[in-house]
């Protein structure tokens, strides 16, 4: 039996924007035949959070599944900017394994006037 990951969707992309924010739209996926509880998350390149705006940022995605999720980056000034777009599977408290999945795509956003 071959093993199967969570998965998301795009791994990578670039975007211009015109605005003092760029959005993504990322599709995370559940392989399982079981639903999981997702949580979605904005990192810059050392891993440090950034105040992004997710929507929704965690939900129960059912098996076999994946939902859109719009991240909205503020460029904080810059003109650039390089994030990592991540999702993290959560396990429910009653499940004998508790091992949090994540995985990380990176995005980047160029500002343009």
């Excluded at 924007?17 to 035949?33: E, I, K, W």
């Excluded at 719009?70 to 904080?76: H, Q």
């Excluded at 396990?91 to 004998?96: L, Y």
């Amino acid at each position: 039996m071959a093993a199967t990951g969570q998965s998301m969707t795009p791994m990578r992309g670039e975007v211009r924007s015109f605005t003092d924010a760029f959005a993504v739209r990322v599709f995370p996926g559940n392989p399982y035949n079981q639903r999981i509880r997702v949580e979605v998350h904005v990192y810059d390149q050392d891993f440090q959070p950034v105040d992004a705006r997710i929507t929704p940022s965690a939900f129960l995605l059912a098996g076999q599944a994946s939902r859109p999720v719009l991240v909205v980056v503020p460029f904080d000034g810059a003109n650039e900017r390089k994030v990592r777009i991540c999702t993290e599977s959560i396990p429910f408290p009653s499940e004998q394994t508790q091992i949090r999945a994540q995985i990380c795509g990176k995005f980047f956003g160029h500002r343009r006037f």
